[in-house]
């Protein structure tokens, strides 16, 4: 196999970045902008939310589009891909922090129904997504992927088993391909934060419920403060950027100390 060209420094990379329009997903959206990437396509299924963060992130002079999508479904996965491709001339980098409605609570008290649900909406999208691109990584020989998937996924935590088992298929999922695509010079990280503040999905578990309680002595733990979406932002950066040219295949927390792994 011929060398590996040089990884793209962010100020020639285009990036795409599924659940894009608010929490880390929106929060990376911006701070990939500031650290110069150019062209930048964010997804989401509500068009408003998404249009006006697209127009947010055009404010700083940079190429900025809303897709609308689901990327649970496979078919909706293949079109965003296509369209984004498109629309960036190539994908560079590939995020994918989508989030479901769904909250920590005891295995016994989850209905069977529900179980099948839970790791769809979690597990798939990155892996529907990745399918979709890693195609044109290949071609051009290069490419960077981060997904957000959880602590839950290192740390056993009652109320958690099927969030636990989605964000576990999230990181070895991401493993893998980091380890299949090496050669081709496409790089694969998960991201694995615990709780963040200023999110929708944190607001949701932390309101009422089982899941206050448990996340009330999580944030106990966290001597060094909880994170924000922007310190999750500034992780995202850093993966995405030549400064992580030697490092795929990891998954790593920022959490302000609530767990070690």
């Not at 079109?79 to 989030?99: F, P, V």
């Amino acid at each position: 196999m011929t060398e590996l060209p040089a990884p793209k420094e962010l100020a020639e990379s285009s990036a795409l970045i599924v659940g894009g329009t608010a929490g880390i997903g929106l929060a990376s959206a911006r701070a990939l902008v500031a650290a110069g990437v150019p062209r930048i396509a964010i997804v989401g299924r509500n068009p408003q939310r998404g249009q006006s963060a697209a127009r947010s992130l055009a404010e700083s002079g940079r190429d900025a589009h809303f897709i609308v999508g689901d990327a649970t479904d496979p078919d909706a996965a293949v079109r965003i891909a296509q369209e984004a491709d498109e629309l960036l001339s190539g994908i560079d980098i590939l995020m994918c922090t989508t989030a479901a409605d769904v909250r920590p609570e005891l295995f016994i008290n989850i209905p069977i129904t529900d179980i099948g649900r839970g790791i769809t909406q979690l597990a798939l999208p990155s892996m529907h997504m990745a399918s979709a691109v890693l195609p044109g990584m290949r071609s051009r020989r290069g490419g960077v992927i981060v997904n957000v998937a959880s602590d839950a996924a290192k740390t056993a935590t009652p109320g958690e088993a099927v969030i636990g088992a989605a964000k576990a298929a999230i990181v070895m999922f991401t493993r893998t391909i980091a380890i299949e695509e090496k050669r081709y010079g496409i790089r694969a990280n998960a991201m694995t934060p615990s709780l963040v503040h200023g999110t929708a999905s944190t607001e949701r578990i932390t309101t009422d419920g089982f899941s206050a309680k448990l996340f009330a002595r999580a944030a106990q733990a966290a001597s060094l403060g909880v994170p924000t979406a922007d310190d999750i932002a500034e992780l995202t950066v850093f993966l995405c950027s030549p400064g992580a040219a030697r490092l795929t295949g990891q998954a790593i927390s920022v959490n302000g100390g609530i767990s070690a792994a």
